[in-house]
C-alpha cells in the first residue's frame, strides 16, 4: 500500500447555521436597501451590504470545492510536513496519514506519545520484513483465496493479500466517503463535505448543484427516499397502464385494449381481428339494433348497470382515472417548474453576457455594484428548483391528513405568488432600463424594489424548506374559534368547523403569529411586508403606509 493519490481532509471546513426566528421577520440583508433618502452615498452602502451578503453566505457553505490539482496538492503538502518532522520515508508517511484520517495534528500526537504502539498499531516497521517465496501461487490473508504472486502484494509487515482485498480496504477508508466527484457531465471538481448542519445540498463550482447522499439533482425540501420514488415514478409504466384502464377497454376476442374518443358505439377491432361490438356493453355488435338503442346507446348496458353487473370495472376504471388525473397534476407542474428554471438559467446568462454591461453604460454605474440583479437571477432560479421539489412532496403527503394537505397548499400558493414578484421585477421592469437613453432616478428605486423582494423571497423560501422538512409539525387543529382569523395566515377549514393555523411560517416578509386579527395589520403595497396597525411607515421598505 504505497498509493499517493487517496483523497484526504487537510482541513476542517467551517459551518454556519441559519437560525433565523419564523417569526422574527428579520431579514439577512440590511435596512438600507429600503431607505428612500436622497443620501448621495447610498448607492455605496447599498454594494456593502451586497458584499456583506455574498461574503456571508460563502461562510454558510459547508462543503468546499475541490479540482484536481488541489487535491494532490493538500496531499503533497501533508506527506511532506509528516517525512520531514517524523524524518521518515515518503511511503512511511502516506501509511501514518491514511491510518489517522489524513489528520497532521494527530499523528503527530500519537507518534510523539507513543511510537512503538504506533508503529505496531499501522504495520510500520522499522526493518521490513521480506518472505522470499518460490511458489506460484500464495494464499490471501483475507479472504483466503489462492493467487498468482503477481496478484498478492503485501505491506513492510509481510502479510500477503489480494488486489481485491487491497481495492476493498481502499473504498472503505472513510475519507473516500466524505469526498466525491461531482456527477455533472466533463467536470472535474471533488467535493469535501462536512455534514455539520444536516444539509446535503452542494453547489459545485461547474454551477451544478447536486444532493451529496444520492448524487441527485439538489432537491429539498424532499428526501432522497422521496425523490427516488418519483423519478421512478416518471420513468416507469405504471402511469400509462393507468391511462390505459382510464381510456380504453380491451376487445371482447382479442383483449386488445381500444380507445374510443369520437363516434358511435358501433367499434371494429383492428386486423386481424376485426370483431365487431358494443362499446357499452362490449356484446358483439350482431345482436344490436335498432331494438337496443341503435347506434349512440345501448338498452342492455343500462339495465345490466342497474343490476351491478359492470359496478367493479367502473369502479376500478374510476380509480384509475383520478389516480392519473392526480398524477398528471403534480407532474405537469413539476416540469413546468423545471422548464422555468432552465428559462431563468438561459436569461440569467443573457444578462451577465449582454444587458449587465449595457446597463452600466446607460446608468454610468459599475459593474460591481450591479450585482444585485445577478442575485435576484440566482434567487430566481434556486427557487424554482424548490418549488419544483414541492410538487413531489405534495404528492406524497398523505390525504387523510386534511390539515397539513391544506396548511401545505397555502405555502406552496403564496411561495408561487411571491417568486412571481421577484421574477416579474427582475424580467419586465429591468428591460425598460435596457432600453434607456440615459441615467434615472428610477432606476435606484428599481435597485431598492427589487434587492427588497430578493431579499423578502428568500427567506420565504428558507422558512419554507424548513417547514417541510420537519414534516410541516407546526401545523396544529383547534376547535372554531371565537374571533375573526385573518385568511392570510389560515391555510383553510375542514368540514368539522376546524381551523388549520401553521406556527412555522407567516405571508412572505411577514413577522405576524398565525390566528392575528386582519384588522390590527396591514399590508405594505411596495415589498409585501405585514405591519402592526399601530406603524405609520413600513418597518421593512420604510414607505408611508396611506
Excluded at 462543503?63 to 484536481?68: G, P, R
Excluded at 510500520?124 to 517465496?133: F, G
Excluded at 344490436?288 to 353487473?309: I, L, M, P, S, W
Excluded at 406556527?503 to 405591519?531: L, M, P, Q, Y
Amino acid at each position: 500500500m504505497d498509493s499517493e493519490d487517496d483523497l484526504h481532509y487537510s482541513t476542517d471546513v467551517e459551518s454556519v447555521d441559519d437560525d433565523c426566528d419564523f417569526y422574527s421577520g428579520e431579514m439577512d440583508m440590511g435596512m438600507g436597501y429600503y431607505s428612500d433618502d436622497d443620501d448621495p452615498d447610498a448607492e455605496d452602502f447599498v454594494d456593502d451590504e451586497t458584499d456583506d451578503y455574498f461574503d456571508s453566505r460563502r461562510r454558510e457553505q459547508n462543503y468546499t470545492i475541490l479540482n484536481e490539482s488541489d487535491i494532490r496538492q493538500r496531499q503533497e503538502d501533508d506527506i511532506t510536513r509528516i517525512s520531514s518532522v517524523l524524518s521518515i520515508s515518503r511511503v512511511a508517511s502516506i501509511v501514518l496519514l491514511r491510518h489517522f484520517n489524513w489528520s497532521v495534528t494527530k499523528v503527530h500526537d500519537e507518534w510523539f506519545a507513543d511510537e512503538t504502539r504506533v508503529r505496531k498499531q499501522v504495520g510500520l516497521l522499522e526493518a521490513p520484513v521480506v518472505h522470499v517465496l518460490n511458489a506460484r501461487e500464495r494464499t490471501c490473508g483475507i479472504c483466503f483465496e489462492s493467487y498468482p504472486n503477481s496478484r498478492i502484494k503485501s505491506a513492510a509487515c509481510g502479510h500477503p493479500f489480494c488486489a481485491n482485498c487491497w481495492e476493498d480496504a481502499c473504498q472503505g477508508n472513510p475519507i473516500l466517503q466524505s469526498t466525491k466527484w461531482c456527477p455533472a457531465p466533463g467536470c472535474e471538481h471533488a467535493v469535501l463535505f462536512d455534514a455539520g448542519n444536516g444539509n446535503y445540498d452542494v453547489s459545485c463550482l461547474c454551477t451544478y448543484g447536486f444532493c451529496w447522499k444520492c448524487t441527485e439533482e439538489a432537491h429539498r425540501p424532499v428526501d432522497c427516499a422521496t425523490v427516488e420514488k418519483w423519478i421512478l415514478k416518471n420513468s416507469a409504466e405504471s402511469e400509462n397502464m393507468n391511462w390505459i384502464l382510464a381510456n380504453s377497454k380491451p376487445c371482447p376476442k382479442c383483449k386488445r385494449p381500444i380507445e374510443k374518443n369520437q363516434g358511435c358505439m358501433h367499434m371494429t377491432c383492428t386486423p386481424p381481428c376485426t370483431f365487431e361490438f358494443c362499446w357499452l356493453c362490449l356484446g358483439a355488435w350482431s345482436d344490436h339494433g335498432e331494438r337496443t338503442g341503435g347506434f349512440y346507446a345501448c338498452n342492455r348496458y343500462e339495465v345490466a348497470k342497474q343490476d351491478g353487473v359492470y359496478d367493479e370495472a367502473e369502479k376500478r376504471r374510476e380509480m384509475a382515472k383520478n389516480s392519473l388525473e392526480r398524477y398528471t397534476h403534480y407532474y405537469e407542474r413539476w416540469a413546468s417548474n423545471q422548464t422555468s428554471r432552465q428559462k431563468a438559467i438561459a436569461d440569467l446568462h443573457q444578462m451577465q453576457n449582454v444587458h449587465i454591461e449595457k446597463l452600466s453604460d446607460i446608468h454610468c454605474t459599475p459593474e460591481s455594484q450591479l450585482k444585485f440583479i445577478t442575485e435576484a437571477w440566482l434567487q430566481i432560479i434556486e427557487c424554482r428548483r424548490v418549488l419544483k421539489w414541492t410538487y413531489s412532496y405534495g404528492y406524497y403527503l398523505p390525504e387523510q391528513e386534511h390539515a397539513k394537505r391544506q396548511f401545505f397548499e397555502y405555502l406552496q400558493g403564496e411561495a408561487e405568488s411571491g417568486l412571481e414578484r421577484l421574477h416579474q421585477c427582475a424580467e419586465k421592469e429591468l428591460l425598460q432600463f435596457v432600453s434607456a437613453e440615459g441615467p434615472s432616478k428610477e432606476f435606484n428605486d428599481f435597485r431598492t424594489k427589487l434587492a427588497g423582494l430578493t431579499s423578502v423571497t428568500r427567506n420565504y423560501f428558507e422558512n419554507l424548506v424548513r417547514a417541510l422538512e420537519n414534516g410541516l409539525s407546526d401545523v396544529n387543529s383547534h376547535g372554531a374559534s371565537s374571533g375573526t382569523t385573518s385568511s392570510k395566515n389560515t391555510a383553510g377549514s375542514s368540514k368539522g368547523g376546524r381551523s388549520v393555523r401553521g406556527k412555522g411560517i407567516s405571508r412572505i416578509g411577514s413577522s405576524t403569529r398565525s390566528g392575528d386579527n386582519a384588522a390590527t395589520h396591514w399590508s405594505c403595497e411596495h415589498c409585501t411586508f405585514v405591519n402592526t396597525k399601530s406603524s405609520s411607515t413600513c418597518e421593512m421598505c420604510h414607505q408611508q403606509h396611506h
